[in-house]
């Protein structure tokens, strides 16, 4: 396995498992609207960065216009399932809207303290 996979696998385990520890901890509070919620956010946002890596990995050494066509068609689908599961989560599954957010924004945020540490532990 290459660096830029090792990389890619390891931001969405770590995140993922502080997700899910969140989303566990808040069914076990009894708050299974926003532990739902929770979890659909962070699966969304997790979603959405392996789909970009894999297709930044995919469009690596192809010509320009090529690559910015599959950039874009790329971008369209992710927001497409992006949109589709989380009005499914709110309208559907009826989830708590702010623990939705929360999720989207905790994985983020996760991610970047992961990639922050893993540049910091490079340099020394």
């Excluded at 290459?2 to 989303?23: H, Y």
């Excluded at 997790?46 to 066509?69: C, D, K, Y």
Aim: hydrophobic content about 60%.
């Amino acid at each position: 396995m290459g660096e830029r996979e090792t990389f890619v696998r390891g931001t969405l385990l770590g995140a993922g498992a502080i997700a899910g520890a969140a989303a566990i901890g808040l069914a076990l509070w009894g708050r299974g609207d926003w532990s739902v919620g929770f979890a659909a956010g962070a699966l969304v946002s997790l979603g959405n960065f392996h789909l970009i890596a894999r297709t930044v990995a995919g469009v690596t050494g192809v010509e320009g216009g090529r690559a910015a066509s599959v950039l874009w068609k790329g971008a369209l689908v992710r927001f497409a399932i992006s949109a589709a599961l989380l009005a499914l989560v709110l309208l559907v599954v009826r989830a708590s809207l702010l623990a939705l957010v929360a999720g989207l924004l905790m994985t983020q945020l996760t991610m970047i303290v992961l990639w922050l540490m893993r540049a910091f532990r490079s340099l020394t």
